[in-house]
């Protein structure tokens, strides 16, 4: 079993900055990759961010490319997503997720993640 806590959320102002983490443990990540995920009330779980852990190379969904940036820190076992020039869209529950079985195919699909922190509330205000 594999346990992801995330953290950082909280309240901004449209333009504004947050640091999202996610500490996973229980088991190593090396050959996994990590996923930020996003709901808003009403709306489905999307994909924001993925990273290969081993590799460390990244993807984005359209709407936050150049807007945030994501990376991981192997000592601490925890990911990190940078969120910068915040907007009122970005409200959301962000959650962290870890799958085994990641291709470039099946990424942006949530079910192909196997684990899944709590989620950490982000709410922008214009």
């Known amino acids: 079993q594999m346990q992801l806590v995330e953290s950082g959320g909280g309240l901004v102002q449209a333009g504004g900055s947050l640091r999202l983490s996610c500490a996973a443990s229980?088991?190593?990540?090396?050959?996994?990759?990590m996923a930020w995920f996003r709901q808003a009330p009403g709306k489905e779980r999307e994909v924001v961010a993925v990273?290969?852990?081993?590799?460390?190379?990244?993807l984005f969904a359209n709407s936050v490319k150049g807007r945030f940036t994501m990376s991981r820190e192997y000592a601490k076992n925890t990911v990190y997503l940078q969120m910068n020039s915040l907007k009122p869209e970005d409200t959301a529950t962000y959650y962290c997720?870890?799958?085994?079985?990641?291709?470039?195919?099946?990424?942006?699909?949530?079910?192909?993640?196997?684990?899944w922190g709590q989620g950490t509330q982000v709410t922008v205000s214009s």
């Open positions: 229980g088991r190593t990540l090396s050959s996994y990759f």
């Open positions: 990273i290969n852990w081993s590799g460390g190379s990244t």
């Open positions: 997720a870890v799958g085994s079985r990641i291709t470039p195919l099946n990424m942006w699909n949530r079910q192909s993640y196997d684990y």
